[in-house]
Nanobody
């Protein structure tokens, strides 16, 4: 059982940067996979980036490779999403998610057990 709270969203110009944070509390496990998803109006929730809590192994959607970086701080029970070179198509609500007892990083939202409330990211042109 884990609770997730996202923060760091906001309004940014094209080419700018934002750093999202997801603070986890409650019962956490080193085997958890942590993921960032986003959902734009009229679209399904899509995978953005993920990380294995124990190993630090990461995965990224092709659309954000080279621009976004996911990381975690074990001591703070926090996962981050550093977003650089932002584009208008990055505009969405960004959600943090967690799934336990995984050997790999799930790429679909239905595989995750726990979700945060979401934080809005708007990239203006």
């Amino acid at each position: 059982q884990v609770q997730l709270v996202e923060s760091g969203g906001g309004l940014v110009q094209v080419g700018g940067s934002l750093r999202l944070s997801c603070a986890a509390s409650g019962r956490t496990f080193s085997s958890y996979a942590m993921g960032w998803f986003r959902q734009a109006p009229g679209k399904e929730r899509e995978f953005v980036a993920g990380i294995m809590w124990n190993s630090g192994h990461t995965a990224y959607a092709d659309s954000v490779k080279g621009r976004f970086t996911i990381s975690r701080d074990n001591g703070k029970n926090t996962v981050y999403l550093q977003m650089n070179s932002l584009k208008p198509e990055d505009t969405a609500i960004y959600y943090c998610a967690a799934d336990n007892l995984r050997l790999g990083i799930p790429l679909t939202s239905d595989k995750y057990d726990y979700w945060g409330q979401g934080t809005h990211v708007t990239v203006s042109s």
